[in-house]
């Protein structure tokens, strides 16, 4: 059974501080990972890939990946307001069929 | 660019009715479409994984039979919901990825929130 964990949270910043989001997966052949934002009675919107070990940087966000530990965060800098959302941590597989397995998401609450 | 859209965005049927919700991928070619479904408060659930012009692969525990996938073109997929019940109340969500080499990508659709009465 492929898994991805993450906090289910919730998970309070105040606003302007780093909020850092954190996901593990059991599977040591996964590929590609991936952060997606979903707010409430909404579809998930992608945020950001990473394939390569290391950092990658998109703006305010930085996901960041370690395949020894099978480990993948993502930290939101001056985080506002507007980031309050559920952050589901998605995982593909090797192969060609590109199903990702998703974990259950933190819930991210940003406070004025 | 990697629009997907859904219809209808919600729908309230009685149950043993049977609901179709389509799927299109608006600015691309989709070779692979997948839907989910997501319960209150859950992560999203993979029920199948759908190719133009192939049979669909459901995901284990999910009845073929009950969600019929139809993929009859690179921009459209649809779902049937057969004879629907309470407990298929819920928010399907269908992705696509782009059929363009070395997209890895998959853009959701806005979801559909089925309510069975």
Not at chain 1, 2 to 19: R, T
Not at chain 2, 12 to 25: L, M, N, W
Not at chain 2, 63 to 69: A, P
Request: net charge positive; glycine share 8%.
């Amino acid at each position: 059974q492929k898994e991805v964990e993450q906090n289910s949270g919730p998970l309070s910043v105040p606003e302007g501080a780093i909020a850092s989001l954190n996901c593990t997966y059991s599977d040591r052949g996964s590929q590609s990972f991936f952060w997606y934002r979903q707010y409430s009675g909404k579809s998930p919107e992608l945020i950001m890939f990473i394939y390569s070990n290391g950092d990658k940087e998109d703006g305010r966000f930085t996901a960041q990946l370690n395949k020894a530990s099978q480990y993948v965060s993502l930290l939101i800098r001056d985080s506002q307001p507007s980031d309050s959302a559920t952050y589901l941590c998605a995982v593909r597989q090797g192969g060609s069929n590109y199903k990702l397995t998703f974990g259950k998401g933190t819930l991210l609450t940003v406070n004025p | 660019g990697a629009v997907v859209s859904q219809h209808p965005s919600w729908v309230i049927c009685k149950s043993g009715t049977s609901v179709k919700i389509e799927c299109r991928s608006l600015d691309f070619q989709a070779t692979t479409m997948f839907w989910y479904r997501q319960f209150p408060k859950q992560s999203l659930m993979l029920m199948a994984t759908s190719n133009e012009g192939s049979k669909a692969t459901y995901e284990q525990g999910v009845e073929k039979d009950k969600f019929l996938i139809n993929h009859a073109s690179l921009t459209l997929s649809t779902l049937t919901v057969t004879s629907a019940h309470p407990e298929d109340s819920s928010f399907y969500i269908c992705s696509a990825r782009d059929r363009r080499i070395g997209y890895n990508e998959q853009f959701f659709g806005p979801g559909t929130r089925l309510t069975v009465l």
